[in-house]
């Protein structure tokens, strides 16, 4: 029986804290997952295109490969785009850390979800950053589950939380407790302490998951998720 593919909330996190550059003309935009960028937007608007898609060819599943492999995936990648007569964006992909060697990318203009699926998919990529319409909301597409950390990794996770938030995320369910791992520690503070939440203040920008929350305060949020019937995000 074949066991299905996860990527580890540590991975994830990875590709959260990824710096995403676009290199348009003399102009350098940086990306960052989670965020809102408007210069990218107007640019969407000025090309007349709906949506973008940063993607790379390099690595796949994340598995170093050597130079020549990755600039013969890179330039597949980019023949494939070609063919569908998508234009392109020169990118970078590069860990702030720089615990991994910058990855070149593209930014795909025009990409339907499904087309940017298949390339992922077709490049063996775990995820891909995904920008949806002209608000410039910078998000992270997944292409497996956030799987389960090893018991070690849970419990150096727990050990470097404030003690006050550690019954919290013991008493969270595991698709939760991995999806909330993934992010920034400021985040995993605000969703594990609902108690000390400032209803004016505007944050954050989406949820664990990924999902968008539009800009506004933690009181706007709480009435629209209402008015859907979504209360239940809310602890």
């Not at 950053?129 to 589950?145: Q, S």
């Not at 933690?218 to 995000?233: A, H, I, V």
């Amino acid at each position: 029986m074949s066991t299905q593919k996860t990527i580890s909330p540590a991975l994830v996190k990875a590709y959260r804290n990824a710096h995403y550059f676009v290199h348009d003309g003399e102009e350098v935009l940086l990306l960052k997952v989670g965020s809102i960028h408007h210069a990218l937007g107007h640019l969407l608007k000025a090309r007349g295109q709906p949506t973008a898609t940063s993607l790379t060819a390099h690595n796949p599943y994340s598995q170093i490969q050597t130079p020549e492999q990755n600039a013969s995936a890179h330039q597949k990648l980019l023949d494939a785009l070609a063919k569908a007569g998508i234009n392109v964006i020169e990118g970078l992909g590069s860990d702030p850390n720089e615990d991994w060697d910058p990855e070149v990318s593209v930014l795909a203009l025009g990409l339907t979800l499904a087309q940017a699926e298949q390339l992922a998919d077709l490049f063996g990529q775990n995820a891909f950053v995904w920008i949806a319409n002209h608000e410039g909301f910078v998000n992270l597409k997944l292409r497996y589950p956030v799987g389960n950390p090893s018991e070690a990794e849970l419990a150096q996770w727990i050990s470097q939380l404030p003690e006050s938030l550690r019954d919290a995320a013991r008493g969270l369910p595991g698709q939760e407790r991995n999806w909330l791992m993934t992010v920034n520690e400021s985040e995993q503070h605000h969703w594990l302490s609902p108690s000390t939440w400032d209803w004016n203040a505007p944050w954050p920008l989406a949820r664990p998951d990924g999902c968008p929350m539009a800009i506004g305060t933690e009181m706007d949020r709480m009435f629209k998720l209402t008015s859907y019937g979504l209360e239940q995000f809310y602890p």
